[in-house]
T-cell receptor
Framework: EAGVAQSPRYKIIEKRQSVAFWCNPISGHATLYWYQQILGQGPKLLIQFQNNGVVDDSQLPKDRFSAERLKGVDSTLKIQPAKLEDSAVYLC???????????????????FGPGTRLTVT | AQSVTQLGSHVSVSEGALVLLRCNYSSSVPPYLFWYVQYPNQGLQLLLKYTSAATLVKGINGFEAEFKKSETSFHLTKPSAHMSDAAEYFCAVRAGGGADGLTFGKGTHLIIQP
C-alpha cells in the first residue's frame, strides 16, 4: 500500500513570496490533516478535512495560510505572503473515517507523509 | 483544551539499559494518548496508543506505556535500548469532539550510547 505522498520535499523562498505544498493521502482515507512542525517543537495541527469539508481550522493563520481539498482526495496548502517564522516542516497525514469516529467513539491511526521542509529567507 | 508536557528534551541511555521517556497530559475529557517516533528526515510513525481499554499498552519495537489517570501520565518505556532506537519521540493527545487532530508535546530526543 502506498503511503502519504508530499511534494516538494524541500523549498526555499524569500519572505513575502508565496508557496504551495501538495499532499496525496492513502487511497480510501477520507480524513486529511496538515501539521506545521517548527524546529525543536512538536507538530501543530493547522487544518483537518473530512472528504472536502473542513472539520477544524482553528489554528490556521487565515490571513496568510489557505488550504483546499476540492475533490476530497489530494490537498494543497498555500502560504501567501510567507514570513520568516513560517520556516518549518509541513506534514500531511491521513486516516480512515467512520460515523463512530465523528462521534468521538473511535480513533483510526493517522499516517504521516515525509513532510515538506520550507525555508524562508 | 488538551495539552501534553514531555519532561526532558534530551535523554541519553547506554545500549541495553532501560529507556524511560516521560509524558504528562491535561485533558478535559477522557483522553486518547499516543506515542510517535520520528527518524531524521522522515514522517511520524505510531509506536502505540491508549484508547481507554487496557492501561498498559504494548507497541512496536518492544516499547510499552502505562496510562495512570491519578498521575495524568503516559510514560514510555523499553527494557533494553538498542542503537536503532535513537530518534525523536513525541507524546500526543487527541482533541475532543468530532475533531481528532492531535496535540503534540515538544518531543524528547533519545540518544543511545554504545
Amino acid at each position: 500500500e502506498a503511503g502519504v505522498a508530499q511534494s516538494p520535499r524541500y523549498k526555499i523562498i524569500e519572505k513575502r513570496q508565496s508557496v504551495a505544498f501538495w499532499c496525496n493521502p492513502i487511497s480510501g482515507h477520507a480524513t486529511l490533516y496538515w501539521y506545521q512542525q517548527i524546529l525543536g517543537q512538536g507538530p501543530k495541527l493547522l487544518i483537518q478535512f473530512q472528504n472536502n469539508g473542513v472539520v477544524d481550522d482553528s489554528q490556521l493563520p487565515k490571513d496568510r495560510f489557505s488550504a483546499e481539498r476540492l475533490k476530497g482526495v489530494d490537498s494543497t496548502l498555500k502560504i501567501q505572503p510567507a514570513k520568516l517564522e513560517d520556516s518549518a516542516v509541513y506534514l500531511c497525514a491521513s486516516s480512515l473515517d467512520s460515523p463512530y469516529l465523528r462521534a468521538g467513539k473511535e480513533h483510526y491511526e493517522q499516517y504521516f507523509g515525509p513532510g515538506t521542509r520550507l525555508t524562508v529567507t | 483544551a488538551q495539552s501534553v508536557t514531555q519532561l526532558g528534551s534530551h535523554v541519553s541511555v547506554s545500549e541495553g539499559a532501560l529507556v524511560l521517556l516521560r509524558c504528562n497530559y491535561s485533558s478535559s475529557v477522557p483522553p486518547y494518548l499516543f506515542w510517535y517516533v520520528q527518524y531524521p528526515n522522515q514522517g511520524l510513525q505510531l509506536l502505540l496508543k491508549y484508547t481507554s481499554a487496557a492501561t498498559l499498552v504494548k507497541g512496536i519495537n518492544g516499547f510499552e506505556a502505562e496510562f495512570k489517570k491519578s498521575e495524568t501520565s503516559f510514560h514510555l518505556t523499553k527494557p533494553s535500548a538498542h542503537m536503532s532506537d535513537a530518534a525523536e519521540y513525541f507524546c500526543a493527545v487527541r482533541a475532543g469532539g468530532g475533531a481528532d487532530g492531535l496535540t503534540f508535546g515538544k518531543g524528547t530526543h533519545l540518544i543511545i550510547q554504545p
